[in-house]
């Protein structure tokens, strides 16, 4: 399977600054990657998806970047609320149909009014 | 709301003894994912079901077992419990597309084996 982590535990930012977080895989065999946000005493939310033949998608306040050379993923949140304070995974997934997001470790965003 | 449902929230029991988590996924999904969560391991893919038939195992022990039922809710049994099976399970669902990443993940239940 996809295996897949963070680069930082943990991601301080002031409250509409941008935020960068960042995501390394192992396995190029993966069809999408996703990014989940977990906010404190809940499950994991789907933020956005990014098939593995793009290198960009864009959502409401977010940006999914996909290097594929390096292997490596990032989600950028713009002007960063308080709000977006949860813990962040990114996860891959899907070789020919077969969904099964594999998360990594996380990152917790605190943003700071 | 993400029209998973799982049930009990809490649970505390002591070792050696058998649990059964509940889950029901949203109506019209067909497949359901369960997931366990500690501070030291993260979200850890357990099994995943698809119409009530094991379709996935990642990293479940043998004293897990899962099973999916017609009306497609499903049931985790963990047994002889150990201290450190204490953790958050979540289950998630998903649709019958082959396309479709988005899971939906329930509030989860969180285990205290005592």
């Known amino acids: 399977g996809e295996s897949v982590g963070l680069h930082l535990p943990t991601l301080s930012v002031q409250e509409g600054d941008n935020s960068i977080i960042n995501c390394a895989y192992s396995?190029?065999?993966?069809?999408?990657f996703i990014w989940y946000k977990q906010e404190s005493g809940k499950g994991p939310q789907f933020i956005i998806d990014?098939?593995?033949?793009?290198d960009k998608r864009q959502g409401q306040r977010v940006t999914v970047l996909l290097n594929k050379t390096v292997k490596h993923l990032s989600l950028q949140i713009a002007a960063t609320q308080p709000g977006d304070s949860a813990v962040y995974f990114c996860?891959?997934?899907?070789?020919?149909?077969?969904?099964?997001?594999?998360f990594g470790r996380g990152t917790s965003l605190i943003v700071h009014p | 709301d993400s029209g998973v449902t799982q049930t009990p929230k809490h649970l505390i029991t002591a070792t050696g003894q058998r649990v059964t988590l509940r889950c029901s996924p949203r109506?019209?999904?067909?497949?359901v994912y369960w997931y366990q969560q500690s501070l030291d391991q993260g979200l850890q893919f357990l099994i995943q079901?698809?119409?009530?038939?094991?379709?996935a195992k990642g990293n479940i022990l043998e004293r897990f077992s899962a099973q999916q039922f017609p009306d497609l809710h499903s049931e985790l049994n963990l047994s002889s419990l150990e201290l450190g099976d204490s953790a958050l399970y979540f289950c998630a669902s998903s649709g019958t597309g082959t396309m479709n990443t988005e899971a939906f993940f329930g509030q989860g239940t969180r285990l205290t084996v005592v």
């Open positions: 396995n190029s065999a993966s069809d999408y």
């Open positions: 990014i098939r593995s033949n793009m």
């Open positions: 109506s019209g999904d067909l497949s």
């Open positions: 996860a891959g997934g899907g070789k020919g149909g077969s969904y099964i997001p594999t």
């Open positions: 079901y698809y119409n009530g038939e094991e379709r």
